[in-house]
């Protein structure tokens, strides 16, 4: 859809002046223009309406979406006979720097919470948005054999043919290749269905990464198809601190350019939660995989600890010690306590009878390891959570990975430097962004999650009396 920016020029949050000047404070925007598009009416501006634009992508989710709460006094929705078939398109950014800026189409599908203001000259409403790929994807089923390709080549293919994703949205470059060949067929599943179950075994081709941990989502660049360890590779966007303003001058906290990268407030939503973990068998699994061709069964063991020396990591340390509980068991050495069953083909090209048979050969699907590491690689990805709230960054959206400096609460002299905390610093992957526009400032709002720590957890000396007696319940 071509269509061209109603705007009469940028518009800038209060704070920052004028937008030619540019980028004064830390939460100044450019907002250069929102408009509703539809068939039956010319191009709206809903700048002079808007209250709050708020901007969503979260890696675990297909597509980005977002709403717009509106202060309407012309009865907007009656004139355009709004009713769900509608567009819209924003651009925003940082000054005037098209490098720094969010222009995006979206498929209006609801408004919700319409009713009158206080004066009752003007009622306010909140417009939702998305991605016009979820609603194709909704409208749209696959079924469709796939013979001999790789995961990869699949997902291009659903991404091109089934949902026709623009060029702005589609490049192969965010498509990672993947391994293995396939011959499957998709059971009448829709588009985003058939990408979120082929991310369920789907592994990597990239040298170094284990298990089964594609995710499918949506971001500013587009449609991706990656791992989470081949996301946990890349170089960090930016190092983000939490200093207070009242910091000391030497820190320079007065200069905007400093401030926009200043953690405004944060809060650690996630740390650990050792029943969940256990029950869900993030640290250890079992799987009882059986083939009914070559009637063979395997028993598949997951350990956390062998698992976390040989994959990627954010960091360099484990988020368990060695724990021993009172029947001499770590964590991750109790993998009964969630166990899986799978069926499996494995090695049954191996089989002088199955070979015998025309056509009856199939490539070995990994159940044992999609099966066994792909859920336990999900939980450990999200081990640890900070929600942060900085000053608006359009340049910031999911997949990225950031360091995150966090001092330490452990008092020292004045002549002395906080420390920094040593476990809950560190490189982070961000998992969802929201930008959010009001008429005096823009902010984003993050969430960032990690599998590891900076700093190695102390070993515990489980051969001590005290501590054998405290793990055995003994008092005294």
Same mark, same amino acid.
């Given at each position: 859809m071509?269509?061209?920016?109603?705007?009469?020029?940028?518009q800038?949050?209060?704070?920052?002046?004028?937008?030619?000047?540019?980028?004064?404070?830390?939460k100044?925007?450019?907002?250069?223009?929102?408009?509703?598009?539809?068939g039956?009416?010319?191009?709206?501006?809903l700048?002079p309406?808007?209250?709050?634009?708020?901007?969503?992508?979260?890696i675990?989710?297909?597509?980005?979406?977002?709403?717009?709460l509106?202060?309407?006094?012309?009865?907007?929705?009656?004139?355009?006979?709004?009713?769900?078939?509608?567009?819209i398109?924003? %651009?925003? !950014?940082?000054?005037?720097? #098209? =490098?720094?800026?969010?222009?995006?189409?979206?498929?209006?599908?609801?408004?919700?919470?319409?009713?009158?203001?206080?004066?009752f000259?003007?009622?306010?409403?909140?417009?939702?948005?998305?991605?016009?790929?979820?609603?194709?994807?909704?409208?749209?089923?696959?079924?469709?054999?796939?013979?001999?390709?790789?995961?990869?080549?699949?997902?291009?293919?659903?991404?091109?043919?089934?949902?026709? %994703?623009?060029?702005?949205?589609?490049?192969?470059?965010?498509?990672?290749?993947?391994?293995?060949?396939?011959?499957?067929?998709?059971?009448?599943?829709?588009?985003?269905?058939?990408?979120?179950?082929?991310?369920?075994?789907?592994?990597?081709?990239s040298?170094?990464?284990?298990?089964?941990?594609?995710?499918?989502?949506?971001?500013?660049?587009g449609?991706?198809?990656?791992?989470?360890?081949?996301?946990?590779?890349?170089? #960090?966007?930016?190092?983000?601190?939490?200093?207070?303003?009242?910091?000391?001058? &030497?820190?320079?906290?007065?200069?905007?350019? &400093?401030?926009i990268?200043?953690?405004?407030?944060?809060e650690?939503?996630?740390?650990?939660?050792?029943?969940?973990?256990?029950?869900?068998?993030?640290?250890?699994?079992?799987?009882?995989?059986?083939? #009914?061709?070559?009637?063979?069964?395997?028993?598949?063991?997951?350990?956390?600890?062998?698992?976390?020396?040989?994959?990627?990591?954010?960091?360099?340390?484990?988020?368990?010690?060695?724990l021993?509980?009172?029947?001499?068991?770590?964590?991750?050495?109790?993998?009964?306590?969630?166990?899986?069953?799978?069926?499996?083909?494995? =090695?049954?090209?191996?089989?002088?009878?199955?070979?015998?048979?025309?056509?009856?050969?199939?490539?070995?699907?990994f159940?044992?390891?999609?099966?066994?590491?792909?859920?336990?690689?999900?939980?450990?990805a999200?081990h640890?959570?900070?929600?942060?709230?900085?000053? !608006?960054?359009?340049?910031?959206?999911?997949?990225k990975?950031?360091?995150f400096?966090?001092?330490?609460?452990?008092?020292?002299s004045?002549?002395?430097?906080?420390?920094?905390?040593?476990?809950?610093?560190?490189?982070?992957?961000?998992?969802?962004?929201?930008?959010?526009?009001?008429?005096?400032?823009?902010?984003?709002?993050?969430? %960032?999650?990690?599998?590891?720590?900076?700093?190695?957890?102390?070993?515990?000396?489980?051969?001590?009396?005290?501590?054998?007696?405290?793990?055995?319940g003994?008092?005294g």
């Amino acid at each position: 859809m071509a269509t061209s920016l109603a705007s009469s020029g940028g518009q800038s949050s209060s704070t920052g002046g004028n937008s030619q000047i540019g980028v004064r404070y830390s939460k100044d925007y450019n907002l250069i223009a929102i408009n509703l598009l539809g068939g039956n009416f010319p191009v709206v501006d809903l700048k002079p309406m808007m209250i709050e634009l708020s901007y969503f992508e979260d890696i675990f989710n297909n597509a980005v979406s977002g709403n717009m709460l509106v202060e309407d006094a012309q009865g907007m929705i009656e004139k355009l006979q709004m009713h769900g078939n509608e567009y819209i398109r924003f %651009a925003f !950014g940082k000054d005037n720097n #098209p =490098n720094l800026r969010i222009d995006k189409i979206f498929r209006v599908y609801k408004i919700s919470n319409r009713r009158k203001s206080l004066n009752f000259d003007t009622e306010n409403y909140v417009i939702h948005f998305c991605s016009d790929e979820l609603v194709l994807s909704n409208q749209y089923k696959i079924s469709k054999s796939y013979k001999g390709q790789g995961v990869s080549d699949i997902v291009k293919d659903v991404l091109k043919t089934k949902i026709k %994703a623009p060029k702005e949205k589609y490049k192969e470059a965010n498509i990672e290749k993947t391994k293995g060949v396939y011959s499957i067929i998709v059971p009448n599943f829709s588009p985003f269905e058939t990408l979120n179950w082929l991310c369920s075994y789907a592994q990597s081709a990239s040298g170094g990464v284990m298990g089964s941990d594609m995710i499918f989502y949506e971001n500013v660049e587009g449609y991706n198809f990656k791992s989470l360890q081949s996301l946990f590779k890349t170089d #960090p966007y930016f190092t983000y601190e939490y200093r207070p303003k009242n910091t000391s001058e &030497k820190d320079n906290y007065g200069d905007a350019s &400093k401030q926009i990268f200043n953690v405004l407030t944060y809060e650690i939503l996630d740390t650990f939660n050792t029943v969940e973990s256990v029950s869900e068998g993030t640290f250890a699994n079992r799987l009882l995989s059986i083939d #009914p061709l070559l009637r063979r069964y395997k028993i598949v063991d997951f350990n956390y600890n062998t698992y976390q020396q040989k994959s990627t990591r954010l960091n360099n340390n484990p988020v368990v010690n060695n724990l021993q509980n009172r029947f001499g068991h770590e964590l991750y050495n109790t993998p009964q306590g969630s166990y899986k069953l799978s069926m499996s083909n494995a =090695n049954q090209q191996d089989s002088e009878y199955i070979k015998s048979k025309s056509g009856s050969v199939q490539n070995d699907y990994f159940f044992e390891t999609f099966v066994s590491q792909r859920k336990s690689q999900l939980l450990l990805a999200n081990h640890m959570k900070v929600k942060f709230s900085i000053p !608006g960054d359009p340049n910031l959206s999911v997949g990225k990975t950031i360091n995150f400096k966090l001092y330490s609460n452990e008092p020292v002299s004045d002549k002395q430097s906080k420390g920094i905390d040593k476990y809950y610093s560190g490189k982070y992957l961000v998992t969802a962004v929201r930008h959010m526009i009001q008429s005096s400032e823009y902010v984003t709002v993050f969430e %960032a999650v990690k599998d590891s720590t900076v700093s190695k957890f102390d070993s515990v000396d489980n051969g001590s009396l005290i501590w054998k007696n405290t793990v055995a319940g003994i008092k005294g």
